[in-house]
């Protein structure tokens, strides 16, 4: 006969009761409204991001501090958690922390408790090293809270606490719905933005925009994604929560360190992925894609400064940061958006130690007085000043063109600042734009001659010397490069290096003032 049920206590009985409580299946009618507006629970997103079982809560029994004007069992059934699920987890076996505002209870506002619940999760997160996410809608600051006396709250500690993770430990923020103000703050604040498609992101919801005088303002249309991924705000958007939550798991593998299992693509295809051509345009995609293991490939900001690409993977299981120009946006040449995107890049995979390949096919920054009216000198300069601080290694692949202070800035500084330099066999290396160095070098030369047709012709011949002498091979035989490879054996010389860099003690991090 089975052993009767051993008697449960009324202490524990009611624990089991206020817990229940604080549950979804508690609150159907909120459940099925946000089921309805085409959203998860904060709940379900957190059970669908960590591992079955390594929850654990913070604050789990907090409520809104509304007592003044409200009854507290009306409190505990419409606020639980103060609408802010906090806790430490585990994530595909390696721990992090994880919190979400909950948009069912006041629309995912924040309360007193819920600010400090973030000040209790933050210090932990500082103290015990947790990679964190944080699922950020809601509509800002809570006006409606009296229990606690306040003026103007900007005494608040956990925005300051928030921000000075920063390169402590690596924090991702998932963005779906509306998310405002101190929401946003917490979104804006982390090192990787994931974003639904149909979020709406911005520093003021429609009621600060009101009360600033400028006009009303549909929520969805304050900061939508049309805005938001190509000005760079987002990093990477999606289609719903299910898929940012994948995407969020994969983002926090690139700092969790190697896999074992991984499988590549065939290597030789890399030897027809550039044209000859100099001046024909291709998709760098792909030759990030062939490099790496297969599906391990994230792009970062992908319509942002679409002439320089970021993004991270993996090759041999090893986590990898990769910039690369496009030359299909400017040439390729280094805008200063592009110099924007590719310096905080750096930072971001130096903080965490990520190495980082860099595959150049750049004709050197873009000039003229269009691009020198985007604060060019400042702002492009910051590759320069964020590349001398790496202390990860750094590997650079010319794939076609190398020139000028562009291509310097994509190497870190120097061809001889990466651990290796190497150069595909088409590549040509200069200090300047060939046909540009030409018209420069033999200004009066060519100034002399009269005739439109010879001059060109001119042009063309000294052009022409000018590139068999800019062959990777002569770069190679003045070691001004460390080799010239075949393509197909990129992967391996990367693999190799990096791992023979493992082997040398992080150097201590060296403060720099960013030029912007």
């Known amino acids: 006969m089975p052993e009767p049920e051993h008697p449960i206590r009324d202490d524990l009985a009611e624990l089991r009761r206020r817990r229940a409580r604080t549950e979804d299946a508690a609150r159907p009618d909120a459940v099925e409204r946000r089921h309805a507006a085409g959203g998860r629970t904060a709940r379900e997103n957190v059970d669908d991001l960590v591992d079955p079982g390594s929850f654990v809560e913070y604050g789990r029994f907090a409520i809104a ?46 309360g007193a408790i819920g600010h400090r619940k973030k000040d209790r999760l933050f210090e932990l997160i500082e103290r015990m090293k947790l990679p964190t996410v944080f699922f950020a809608e809601g509509g800002g600051g809570r006006p409606g809270d009296t229990d606690y006396p306040v003026v103007s709250a900007l005494d608040t500690r956990a925005f300051a606490l928030w921000a000075k993770l920063s390169g402590v430990v690596p924090r991702i923020a998932v963005v779906h719905g509306r998310c405002f103000a101190g929401n946003a703050v917490i979104a804006g604040a982390a090192d990787l933005i994931v974003a639904t498609r149909s979020a709406s992101l911005g520093m003021g919801g429609p009621a600060m925009i009101a009360g600033g005088g400028l006009g009303e303002v549909h929520p969805d249309a304050v900061g939508p994604m049309e805005v938001q991924e190509p000005n760079g705000n987002v990093d990477v958007v999606v289609a719903d929560e299910t898929e940012a939550v994948t995407v969020t798991k994969k983002l926090l593998g690139y ?117 020198e009216a985007e ?119 990367i693999a190799s290096t990096l791992t023979a860099a493992a082997t040398a003690p992080p150097a201590a991090r060296r403060p720099f003032v960013d030029t912007w």
């Open 65 to 110: 501090p509304q007592r003044m004007r409200r009854d507290v069992e009306d409190l505990i059934a419409r606020t639980p958690a103060d609408g802010l699920v906090a806790g430490t987890a585990r994530v595909d076996g390696q721990p992090c922390a994880v919190l979400s505002y909950d948009y069912t209870v006041l629309a995912g506002t924040q």
């Open 375 to 493: 604060s060019l000198v400042r702002r492009a300069s910051r590759m320069l000043v964020a590349g001398a601080a790496l202390r990860v290694p750094l590997i650079a692949v010319v794939l076609r063109r190398g020139y000028g202070l562009g291509a310097q800035a994509m190497a870190g500084g120097s061809l001889h600042e990466p651990v290796l330099t190497v150069a595909w066999p088409g590549a040509h290396l200069g200090p300047m734009g060939l046909e540009g160095a030409v018209r420069l070098g033999l200004r009066k030369e060519l100034d002399a001659i009269a005739d439109d047709a010879e001059r060109e012709q001119r042009v063309r011949e000294a052009t022409a010397a000018a590139q068999e002498h800019a062959k990777a091979l002569n770069a190679a035989m003045l070691f001004e490069i460390d080799d010239v490879i075949d393509p197909a054996d990129t992967r391996a010389a």
């Open 255 to 371: 700092f969790q360190g190697p896999t074992a299992d991984w499988t590549a693509a065939d290597q030789t295809a890399l030897r027809d992925a550039v044209p000859e051509r100099a001046r024909r345009a291709y998709d760098v995609a792909p030759v990030i894609e062939t490099l790496a293991d297969e599906d391990s490939v994230t792009f970062l900001r992908p319509r942002f400064a679409r002439e320089m690409v970021t993004a991270l993977a993996r090759i041999e299981g090893r986590p990898v940061g990769i910039i690369a120009n496009d030359t299909r946006f400017t040439a390729g040449a280094i805008t200063a958006a592009a110099s924007d995107k590719a310096a905080r890049f750096l930072q971001l995979c130096d903080a965490f130690g990520v190495p980082v390949v860099s595959l150049i096919d750049c004709p050197g920054y873009m000039v003229g007085p269009a691009a």
